[in-house]
């Protein structure tokens, strides 16, 4: 499986998502604050991944901190956490992870645990939210895969792969399971500008994996539908409100508006981390506006004259009118998303 995130031994390790395609380099972050970096300049992407960051970040943090008694090693944690939520707004899978932390140091500090003891319980719960994420991953997979007829042409946007959770994919865990089941898929990557998730993981990831794939600009999904050419359009999220307003990578909007006027059916696939039932609609998910040089440059070259602005929201948000379904861990939640969605949360604590 392709190595996303791994801890090794006092590093975390990430492969580097900007460098992708063309490099497979591993960067080797030996710090919390090498790790907030690497999550803020898109070394590591994917709501799930930057939560799996989050987490083996402060459990590295803390395993270096040199506090002496428990008071300091508490303000060093705090510290670490708030460096760490600091890094992207809109994925909430990122404010999860920290909770989950959080709730680990404070079980751990009430019980009167060592520092060096409640490091190992951070370490040891950093590792547990990787793990699960790649066994919510095949779960999707599996439920979802049920809604991939053979021979089905799928659309996807964005990466919501391997690369993008701690392996095997959400949207990209929903091909892969059909493909095992000895499905025909091809998939149809949008290139997702500007940072090209699509054109760059997305395509890595499946063409890597001997996976039918076919690359266009967004601009294309649309006549590519009129013309009978796409059958299921299948994406992941960054953060799913209560009411099922979905927030993902810009322009998925348009293709689920493009998906209802052409009466294709349009997933989306997530594990419930990505479920914020705290958030009641769409229009209160916080979304990021990113650096104008990503829309302005194409690596160092200029593609827009000085002088235009530029406009960078890196998400928007689908109205859940759009969505035919909502695949999770837990199965396939439909309409009405307020309802279906807590009922997908009985016996788990959810963000609400
Ligand atoms: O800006 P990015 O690359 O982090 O945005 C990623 C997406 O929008 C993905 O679709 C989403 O995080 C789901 S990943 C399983």
């Not at 943090?61 to 508490?74: E, H, L, N, P, V």
């Not at 001997?210 to 013309?227: D, K, Q, W, Y």
């Not at 990503?294 to 948000?317: C, M, Q, Y």
């Amino acid at each position: 499986m392709l190595p996303t995130i791994e801890r090794q031994g006092d590093t975390v390790v990430m492969v580097d998502q900007r460098k992708l395609p063309g490099q497979e380099i591993y960067v080797r972050c030996r710090t919390a604050q090498e790790v907030a970096k690497a999550i803020r300049t898109m070394v590591i992407r994917g709501a799930p991944a930057i939560g799996v960051a989050a987490a083996m970040g402060i459990a590295l943090g803390m395993g270096r901190s040199t506090a002496k008694g428990t008071r300091q090693f508490a303000v060093d944690f705090q510290k670490i956490c708030d460096l760490m939520a600091g890094t992207r707004p809109t994925a909430v899978n990122l404010f999860w992870a920290i909770d989950r932390m959080k709730r680990v140091f404070a079980d751990a500090a009430q019980a009167g645990a060592s520092t060096a003891e409640i490091a190992a319980r951070l370490d040891r719960e950093a590792q547990a939210i990787h793990d699960e994420d790649v066994a919510s991953c095949r779960a999707m997979g599996g439920h979802g895969a049920e809604m991939v007829p053979d021979g089905a042409r799928v659309l996807t946007h964005c990466n919501a792969g391997a690369l993008a959770t701690a392996g095997y994919g959400s949207a990209l865990g929903v091909v892969r399971a059909a493909v095992e089941q000895g499905k025909s898929i091809a998939v149809f990557a949008d290139e997702t500008r500007p940072f090209l998730q699509g054109a760059r993981l997305t395509a890595w990831e499946l063409v890597r994996d001997g996976i039918n794939t076919t690359v266009i600009t967004e601009s294309m999904a649309g006549p590519l539908m009129r013309a009978g050419e796409i059958d299921l359009v299948v994406v992941g999220a960054d953060r799913i409100a209560a009411n099922g307003d979905t927030a993902n990578k810009i322009g998925t909007y348009t293709v689920a508006v493009l998906a209802h006027e052409h009466r294709i059916p349009f997933y989306v696939a997530a594990p419930l981390s990505t479920i914020d039932l705290a958030t009641p609609e769409g229009d209160r998910i916080p979304i990021e506006e990113r650096d104008q040089r990503e829309v302005s440059h194409l690596g160092s070259s200029r593609l827009t004259p000085e002088g235009a602005k530029i406009r960078n929201p890196a998400f928007d948000i689908t109205p859940h009118r759009y969505i035919t379904g909502i695949i999770t861990e837990r199965g396939i939640f439909r309409p009405p998303y307020v309802e279906s969605l807590r009922e997908a949360f009985a016996g788990v604590s959810a963000r609400a």
